[in-house]
């Protein structure tokens, strides 16, 4: 058991339970189970190492003029993500046909209001783990960097950066980055660019106008890319 793990995500859904009151409150001690906890423990926690800017059991308006309760929220850096987690039985023959329109419809509408959506499975979250986070990882990468201030998710992407770039025979391009975290070009460079300027990487190489390769700057400590 990872009791770093437990102990930060007792403390995040303390704080949560404390500052909320109703019926969010009481989801969070009653209906924030297994699927919950097993993804923030075997997801988002390995992925970005805390749980700033993470919300369970959020509260958005519905289109219907009532409420409703999104599993996961991230509203950090005008970024409002919303994360489900569905279990096979929502998706089969259970369900109503008006309830599968109702959530179609009440996705669309979090879409029209500026939420971006991501779900899994929770097959996937117990299966196949690693996945998920690099898609949330991806996710981050594309929606966040660039931006002023630097996030957890940023850093966690430098730490990627850094521990692939331990593992290569050669020095580290603007390509093996695009590959690593399905970003476009333009923002492999600028990620790369902010760790050559906090010395995390060094440019490599002959050229002087353009730098083509990096490599690990060996005064900073090897704890930076080693995922704890």
């Not at 859904?13 to 009151?21: G, P, R, S, V």
């Not at 329109?101 to 117990?126: A, T």
């Not at 580290?172 to 300027?197: C, E, F, G, N, Y």
């Not at 900073?220 to 890319?225: H, I, T, V």
Request: glycine share 6%; charged share 30%; proline share 3%.
């Amino acid at each position: 058991m990872d009791m770093t793990f437990e102990v930060n995500y007792g403390h995040w859904l303390d704080t949560q339970i404390k500052n909320y009151k109703g019926e969010r409150k009481r989801r969070l001690i009653e209906g924030h189970g297994h699927a919950e906890k097993l993804f923030t423990e075997k997801i988002w926690y390995p992925a970005f190492h805390d749980f700033d800017g993470l919300h369970a059991e959020y509260e958005v308006a519905d289109f219907r003029d009532g409420s409703r309760f999104l599993d996961f929220a991230y509203l950090k850096d005008g970024l409002q993500l919303a994360i489900e987690i569905d279990g096979y039985r929502t998706h089969s023959a259970e369900i109503s046909r008006w309830q599968f329109s109702d959530s179609l419809m009440r996705q669309n509408h979090l879409i029209v209001d500026g939420w971006k959506i991501i779900r899994f499975s929770y097959d996937d979250i117990k299966e196949k783990p690693r996945m998920c986070q690099q898609l949330l990882q991806q996710f981050m990468g594309k929606s966040l960097l660039g931006r002023k201030k630097v996030s957890s998710a940023e850093i966690f992407l430098q730490r990627e950066v850094l521990k692939h770039a331990s593992s290569l025979q050669y020095h580290i391009r603007p390509s093996d980055v695009i590959d690593l975290l399905k970003i476009k070009k333009r923002d492999a460079q600028k990620l790369l660019h902010s760790m050559v300027t906090k010395q995390l990487l060094l440019p490599a190489g002959k050229g002087t106008q353009r730098i083509r390769c990096y490599k690990i700057n060996p005064e900073q400590p090897s704890s930076l890319f080693v995922q704890q």
